[in-house]
């Protein structure tokens, strides 16, 4: 499967975005889906991941009431609505799909398939 990340963008803090995850080749309905953050010299790390219908989510304790991430499986996307970003919100973030097991997780080596990333930049 191919994960095509967009939506990123340069936005004031205080402003909101909203990613998309655009999938080609097979259906996302039977993976759980994540988004992942990654700043300049930091590690990457976990933001929210969503069950195979939606019915549950996880987010990272920083983005937690700011991020909604939702699915589509009809149209085959995932979304993250960032809202009150802020400049620590700031990285390249990344759509990841994890095939076995309707289990979230926040680890990235539990995830199969990922996009090429879209940035998001939050100025002060």
């Known amino acids: 499967v191919q994960l095509q990340a967009s939506g990123g963008g340069l936005v004031q803090a205080g402003g909101s975005l909203r990613l998309s995850c655009a999938a080609s080749?097979?259906?996302?309905?039977?993976?759980?889906m994540g988004w992942f953050r990654q700043a300049p010299g930091k590690e990457r790390e976990f933001v929210a991941a969503?069950?195979?219908?939606?019915?549950?989510?996880s987010y990272a304790d920083p983005v937690k009431g700011r991020f909604t991430i939702s699915r589509d499986n009809a149209k085959n996307t995932v979304s993250l609505q960032m809202s009150s970003l802020k400049p620590d919100d700031t990285a390249v973030y990344y759509c990841?799909?994890?095939?076995?097991?309707?289990?979230?997780?926040?680890?990235?080596?539990?995830?199969?398939?990922w996009g090429q990333g879209t940035l998001v930049t939050v100025s002060s």
């Open positions: 990841a799909a994890k095939t076995t097991y309707n289990v979230l997780s926040s680890t990235p080596d539990r995830y199969d398939y």
């Open positions: 969503i069950s195979w219908k939606g019915s549950a989510t």
């Open positions: 080749g097979r259906t996302l309905s039977n993976y759980v």
